[in-house]
């Protein structure tokens, strides 16, 4: 079993997710009382979310790039990076740090294609719906058609995703906010919704709608033991 490294803390709320998930598909899939190997590095999610928002990348990929070092001297095998939004630093981390990084949005992308999936709606924080580089990602490389928000409904997506779900609040209010927007999405031809940042599924699940919701929290950290337990 490879070493799973994870890169956490953006936010805590969804990175505890991936611990559990991880650890219960391994102990499913080998059984008796295995479980994960992993190294973990948590940051301070107020330094990062400021930054986000500054717009200053360049500081956090080298943030996080040192932070993914220290997972690599700690023993991972391999790099998860536990949010969609900072997948934006992927390639600077992966080159500094030298370490193999599972991408969240190729690992979505297979279970959309697996699924016949061709147009997808996207949720997500305002830099992964607007930016180019998560949406390019499915647009070039698996040939997804990807639908977003309008431009309120962006701004109340990430608004919730900052101002509750990172703080661990889940309003039903915003519940129905979300459901309304997948609503339209699913209107405008989405066969499927990303849950494009790792906090959502705490808010909506898939029972909550039939529009088929893929829960990128979900799809990683299976995704990570895929590549743990690959031969």
Same mark, same amino acid.
């Given at each position: 079993m490879k070493t799973i490294g994870l890169l956490?803390? =953006?936010?805590?709320?969804?990175?505890?997710? #991936? #611990?559990?998930?991880i650890n219960k598909e391994v !102990?499913?899939?080998?059984?008796?009382? @295995?479980?994960a190997?992993?190294? =973990?590095?948590?940051?301070?999610?107020?330094?990062?979310?400021?930054?986000q928002h500054s717009g200053d990348w360049d500081k956090l990929g080298k943030i996080l790039a040192e932070y993914a070092q220290n997972i690599k001297s700690a023993g991972a095998d391999f790099l998860v990076i536990c949010t969609n939004t900072m997948h934006k630093v992927a390639p600077q981390i992966e080159s500094v740090a030298?370490?193999?990084?599972? @991408?969240?949005?190729?690992? %979505?992308?297979k279970e959309l294609i697996k699924d016949g999936i061709k147009k997808v709606g996207?949720?997500?924080?305002?830099? %992964? =719906?607007? !930016?180019?580089?998560y949406?390019?990602?499915? !647009?070039?490389?698996?040939?997804?058609?990807v639908l977003t928000p309008a431009r309120e409904d962006r701004e109340l997506v990430h608004k919730v995703i900052y101002d509750e779900l990172c703080l661990g609040n889940?309003?039903?209010?915003s519940k129905q906010e979300y459901l309304r927007v997948i609503d339209d999405l699913a209107k405008r031809g989405a066969e499927g919704i990303i849950l494009g940042c790792t906090e959502i599924g705490l808010l909506v699940k898939q029972n909550d709608t039939k529009v088929k919701l893929y829960d990128t929290t979900a799809i @990683?950290?299976?995704?990570?033991?895929? #590549?743990?337990? !690959?031969?």
């Open positions: 956490g803390g =953006m936010s805590w709320e969804s990175t505890a997710l #991936y #611990y559990e998930i !102990q499913k899939r080998l059984g008796s009382l @295995h479980s190997k992993v190294a =973990m590095y948590s940051v301070d999610f107020e330094e990062i979310e400021r930054l030298d370490i193999p990084i599972v @991408h969240i949005a190729d690992a %979505t992308a996207l949720l997500g924080t305002a830099f %992964t =719906m607007e !930016q180019d580089f949406k390019s990602r499915l !647009q070039e490389k698996f040939n997804l058609e889940c309003k039903d209010s @990683h950290a299976k995704a990570a033991v895929d #590549y743990a337990l !690959q031969k």
